[in-house]
């Protein structure tokens, strides 16, 4: 994994950590998170048309990730519902890289023994650095199937991008993603509910922010995947946990454990391990 693809997934994961912290903190995430990425797509839509190339052949990837991506905002949202980002977000994260490395593999993928060893430190140090907590099965098997989808998306989306210019991609499949989740949000509450929900009047900053983090943090994913196989990308992007864990400490909402330090330098060691 070269140094630029490390530090775009690196920059990714801060951000990433970031707007899930102002969706998980804030009282409807259902509502938020396609307005949000509404808000997002508004902002991309002028970056997407410099440089603008769009083969038809990406068409079947778009669809794919749409898919993925609609049932991770789903997924994600409903989670944050039953159980605390401390939870919800290590599950989710840690089980990605695995899947996607294991994918890879079967695909037919080489993935060095070195890589292969840092991707199962990370995973370890995630699990490390999760808050114990009394979450219900059903939360962590939903954040379970986020890390499903997240998988799958990424092994997409690193094929997605030969066939169009990353911000391109990224406004088409996260625009179509949006739209697809405040539709299936307002059945049974309406547009015009989700969205005064969405920018309530002491909140409304986080749907901006959540929106703009969510483009930004994928967008630099994908520039990530031009030059890096999905799986180190995958792995490396997982230390948003890391990222998250210590943001909650920071803002007093969870105390800084030994256990979570440990994990932090068994992330640090299985990142380096992928870089070599």
């Known amino acids: ?150 998988a799958g998306y990424t092994l997409v989306d690193a094929h997605g991008v030969d066939h169009a210019s990353v911000a391109a991609y990224l406004l088409v499949v996260l625009g179509l993603t949006a739209v697809a989740q405040v539709a299936l949000a307002a059945r049974g509450r309406g547009v015009g509910d989700l969205t005064r929900a969405a920018f309530a009047r002491d909140e409304w900053w986080r749907t901006v922010l959540a929106g703009l983090g969510f483009f930004l943090a994928y967008g630099l994913v994908l520039l990530a995947l031009r030059t890096a196989q999905a799986g180190p990308v995958a792995a490396v992007r997982e230390t948003s946990v890391v990222i998250a864990v210590l943001m909650l400490t920071a803002t007093g909402q969870e105390p800084l454990r030994a256990r979570t330090l440990v994990g932090a330098a068994v992330v640090t060691a299985g990142v380096a391990l992928i870089v070599l």
Do not use: K
């Open 1 to 150: 994994m070269g140094t630029t693809a490390l530090v775009l997934t690196l920059l990714a994961a801060v951000v990433h950590a970031g707007w899930n912290q102002l969706l998980a903190g804030s009282r409807d995430p259902q509502a938020r998170v396609g307005v949000a990425m509404l808000v997002g797509a508004v902002a991309t839509a002028p970056i997407a048309l410099v440089g603008l190339r769009w083969d038809t052949s990406v068409w079947p990837y778009v669809g794919a990730s749409v898919a993925f991506e609609l049932a991770y905002v789903v997924l994600l949202a409903a989670a944050y519902h039953v159980a605390p980002m401390s939870t919800v977000y290590p599950v989710a994260r840690g089980s990605a890289p695995v899947l996607v490395l294991v994918v890879g593999v079967v695909l037919g993928v080489q993935v060095g023994w070195l890589a292969a060893l840092g991707a199962a430190l990370v995973v370890a140090g995630i699990f490390l650095v999760r808050t114990p907590s009394h979450a219900s099965t059903r939360g962590v098997l939903m954040a379970l199937g986020v890390g499903a989808c997240i």
